[in-house]
């Protein structure tokens, strides 16, 4: 039987994942945490102890850095003397490292974590089987990121495990180590930068960063303007998880967390227009991210009103040559790269908040329209642009949008009517094409008759009340499409 590890600190998904692989015929080893999950729910599977014939020690310390495991990880199967002495050291081969390390990023999150508490969070064991096993991609399967699992146990069962999709694996081992050595590096070398102050004046801040990553905020060049703001730091990089969503040129205009603009376009300059036609009120003083390089066209376009950050892949130099003419302007490079195995933290009283950034995707095909009437070509495509902005809107969320931009957005509110009729109110026009989306379902159909006297004909929402039917009854009452996609988007 092929053997596999399983070690990780993340354990989602991971009891499915070692279901999956008993029905192909591995046998498991575990360790820890881990071995009690799966023991748990009925899993067969062996402690690493039977491996190496040697038990957990020093509080878990040291359990796998043992010849047995080693050996098993790192043999050339292409060498004949590599095999024989795994034989005459009665060791097995080792077919899948599946591990994730000792939750170091989130532990230094935590404004009063100790120096030991740190330490003990450093993972050695996990890095070291990963690293072997990568190193042995051609010939031994490593799994990093659970978000993988699926894909994997797929091309087990279709056997397109090949060494090509191996090597991918391989690669994001790398980067997952490279990132957590990097982040133990600057806790311990003391990279904090202070701000200026918080929220507000009164409030003293800093910021540290847990990582160096070009697609994040924290390893944004910085290419002009003054230091980064508390405000300016959340802001932005509630702007590029956003603008990231999109494949085409897109532009977002961010004010205090909200988007209050949004376009898409031919080109990146025609989507920034759009972006700022959508509220060019709001956007004055706004940070607004880019998914293409800033050109000189644009670049007269962003002079001529005030902004307080600039984000975007590249600025060319005649761009910059135009926007650094402004002195306190913050212009920002950073790598559009979509992460969806990142995870975002919120600080409470007495601890913090973690939870996988909100990236679910829904498609077109998984939508349901569940009215008489159908959404037209033009509908659907202001709903699909307009679900993909909504994650990003404080809840209770009501956007407007076409298939440009967004035309009206009703953030934060404490009900959705109230949200509603903000949206509706600062709508820049509404016509048949205009949609109303909704972060969250309806729970009457008040949403709807007010949307129906706004003259609005298409609505996208959640579902999932029990009064749906309600709404339904009204969006077909006044001949709105609606489409329901099962998934909801709040964001508080």
Not at 17 to 37: M, P
Request: hydrophobic share 40%; charged share 20%; with cysteine.
């Amino acid at each position: 039987m092929k053997k596999a590890i399983l070690s990780v600190s993340n354990k989602a998904g991971i009891v499915e994942f070692a279901k999956s692989l008993i029905s192909l015929d591995y046998e498991l080893y575990s360790t820890g945490g881990t071995k009690r999950v799966l023991d748990e729910a009925n899993i067969e599977v062996h402690s690493v102890s039977e491996l190496t014939h040697f038990p957990e020690i020093m509080d878990g310390r040291v359990k796998t850095l043992h010849p047995a495991v080693h050996g098993g990880i790192l043999a050339d199967r292409n060498k004949p003397q590599h095999l024989e002495q795994l034989n005459e050291q009665q060791i097995d081969l080792i077919d899948m490292v599946v591990v994730n390390l000792y939750p170091f990023q989130q532990t230094v999150a935590n404004p009063d974590v100790t120096t030991e508490d740190a330490i003990e969070n450093i993972d050695i064991g996990g890095p070291t089987m990963l690293r072997a096993a990568a190193k042995n991609y051609k010939h031994v399967t490593t799994i990093v990121h659970p978000a993988d699992y699926n894909e994997v146990i797929k091309r087990l069962q279709n056997d397109s495990l090949n060494e090509e999709f191996r090597q991918s694996l391989m690669v994001k081992v790398f980067e997952h180590t490279a990132e957590y050595d990097a982040a133990i590096v600057r806790f311990f070398k003391g990279d904090k930068e202070t701000l200026r102050y918080g929220e507000n004046p009164q409030q003293s801040a800093y910021f540290v960063r847990t990582t160096d990553a070009k697609h994040t905020i924290a390893g944004a060049k910085q290419l002009h303007g003054k230091q980064l703001s508390y405000n300016n730091i959340k802001d932005a990089d509630a702007a590029l998880s956003l603008v990231k969503k999109f494949e085409t040129p897109a532009a977002v205009a961010v004010k205090h967390m909200n988007p209050c603009g949004v376009g898409i376009g031919d080109n990146i300059e025609q989507a920034f227009q759009h972006a700022y036609e959508a509220d060019n009120q709001s956007i004055f003083g706004g940070i607004v991210a880019l998914n293409r390089p800033v050109n000189v066209e644009l670049a007269q376009q962003l002079h001529s009103i005030f902004l307080e950050v600039v984000i975007a892949p590249q600025f060319s130099t005649e761009a910059l040559n135009i926007l650094t003419q402004k002195k306190n302007i913050r212009l920002l490079a950073i790598d559009m790269t979509l992460d969806n195995n990142e995870e975002e933290f919120v600080s409470v009283s007495g601890g913090y908040l973690v939870q996988d950034k909100d990236n679910g995707l829904v498609t077109k095909e998984d939508m349901t329209v569940v009215t008489d009437k159908q959404p037209t070509k033009a509908q659907w495509e202001a709903m699909l642009l307009g679900w993909k902005v909504v994650p990003s809107v404080k809840s209770n969320a009501i956007i407007l949008s076409n298939n440009k931009q967004t035309v009206g957005i009703g953030a934060g509110q404490m009900n959705r009517v109230g949200a509603a009729k903000i949206a509706l109110e600062r709508a820049i026009e509404i016509n048949d094409d205009v949609v109303l989306v909704s972060d969250g379902f309806f729970p009457m159909g008040d949403t709807v008759e007010l949307a129906a006297q706004h003259g609005i004909k298409a609505i996208i929402q959640p579902g999932g009340s029990i009064k749906d039917q309600e709404s339904i009854d009204m969006a077909n009452k006044y001949g709105i499409t609606m489409v329901m996609t099962g998934m909801r988007h709040f964001k508080h």
